[in-house]
């Protein structure tokens, strides 16, 4: 049993799009195809991954060192002899020789995107939906059947009105969510107000609007978005300062009783253990957002969801940035509080399985091997292609 090739493909994700930080006009993503020898249904497995959104593609970091470390490995020093299966642990291992710790950038979305197509090769050769192999590796066959998921969006773009907004919320509504997100921070704060306030019309109760910041804001700033938004209840407040300043996180929450959410630009389990240590989050109501295809992939996941563990954190306050089906089969196959989703965004890499309806805020996943991606049609077209093109 052996990888036979790995290959990358850069792709256009670009759109009129942004939020506090940037706008998604030069954005691209990886995706990526794991071709291995086994043969399930007459045809070679393949396991695909793409590296989540926000981040850019890595296919330079992936050609100049990544993928040649794996398909110059001995074959059989990658293998999973127990299971009969290749071995994510030692694959991982590989594509990590000779690299330094610390300073967790771009590489980890290069490897967290090739650890995403190992997984799903592995899911495909064992048979099973990524979520049940998980359940059934780690958590005693267990898995939640169905996950709990908030749709993302109420990006700013040009002539996108309070009525656009609008319209675009209650469409979320209509699809079976319960709970929505808006970015806010790229324009003054009573402009703000006026969006939020517009979107908690078509919402009802702040219980149901999260708002991101993106990481745009100075504490300052951050503390006076505290101020204003404080009387709305609001689901969450997320990334509202730099993401490696765990101070300034950690003096909001003396600011701010109400949840706070952050995580996504973190990249391995030694950020998330700082942010844990020094960044003031509380266990009983804040959430973490790791997202493993940018930070090192399930590999590191599994350390990351260890150091939340031994630090007194339930996995269920983790709900992943991203919203791929990756990160929905890890929150249905290690017990996860929910997932993020874009029904609109990042399209075709955004939103999950074709067919399975969102309903009070829950999603199921698809019945067959892997992470799902046969099972998202407009998805799957851009990866056969990369595959078997
Ligand atoms: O706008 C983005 O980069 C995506 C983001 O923060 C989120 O989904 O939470
Ligand atoms: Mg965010």
Redesign the pocket.
Same mark, same amino acid.
């Given at each position: 049993m052996r990888i036979v090739d790995i290959r990358e493909k850069t792709v256009s994700i670009a759109s009129p799009? $942004?939020?506090a +930080?940037?706008d998604?006009s030069k954005m691209t993503c990886s995706v990526v195809a794991v071709i291995t020898d086994v043969i399930r249904d007459g045809k070679p497995v393949i396991g695909y991954g793409f590296n989540s959104?926000?981040r850019y593609g890595q296919g330079a970091l992936m050609r100049d060192r990544f993928l040649s470390r794996v398909t110059e490995a001995d074959p059989d020093t990658l293998v999973d002899h127990e299971n009969n299966n290749l071995d994510p642990f030692a694959i991982w291992k590989t594509l990590m020789t000779n690299e330094k710790p610390g300073g967790h950038g771009e590489r980890s979305v290069a490897v967290g995107t090739i650890d995403m197509a190992v997984w799903d090769a592995v899911a495909k050769i064992e048979g099973k939906p990524l979520y049940r192999l998980l359940a059934d590796r780690y958590r005693n066959g267990v898995a939640d059947d169905k996950v709990w998921v908030y749709a $993302?969006g109420g +990006?700013y773009y040009p002539g996108k009105d309070q009525t656009k907004l609008k319209a675009e919320m209650q469409s979320y509504l209509d699809r079976g969510y319960d709970v929505v997100?808006m970015?806010i921070g790229a324009v003054p704060l009573d402009e703000d107000i006026r969006r939020i306030e517009a979107v908690l019309e078509v919402v009802g109760d702040g219980r149901r609007l999260a708002v991101?910041a993106?990481g745009r804001f100075d504490l300052e700033t951050g503390i006076a978005y505290a101020e204003a938004i404080k009387k709305y209840n609001l689901f969450w407040y997320?990334?509202v300062g730099d993401p490696l300043d765990y101070a300034l996180q950690a003096e909001l929450a003396n600011h701010y009783e109400l949840p706070m959410?952050t995580g996504?630009?973190l990249f391995s389990h030694q950020d998330a253990r700082n942010l844990l240590r020094h960044g003031g989050m509380r266990p009983d109501r804040d959430f973490l957002?790791f997202d493993c295809a940018l930070s090192y992939g399930l590999v590191e996941y599994m350390r990351t969801l260890k150091v939340m563990e031994d630090m007194g954190w339930s996995s269920r306050r983790v709900v992943p940035?991203?919203?791929h089906q990756m990160s929905l089969n890890i929150a249905a196959g290690l017990h996860l509080g929910g997932n993020?989703s874009?029904p609109d965004?990042?399209q075709p890499f955004g939103g999950f399985a074709d067919g399975i309806k969102v309903e009070n805020s829950y999603v199921g996943l698809p019945d067959i091997p892997g992470v799902g991606f046969e099972a998202k049609s407009a998805l799957y077209a851009v990866m056969r292609e990369l595959g078997e093109g």
């Open positions: 799009i $942004a939020n +930080y940037i998604f959104n926000g $993302a +990006y997100k970015k991101d993106n997320e990334e959410a996504e630009n957002q940035h991203g919203g993020e874009y965004v990042f």
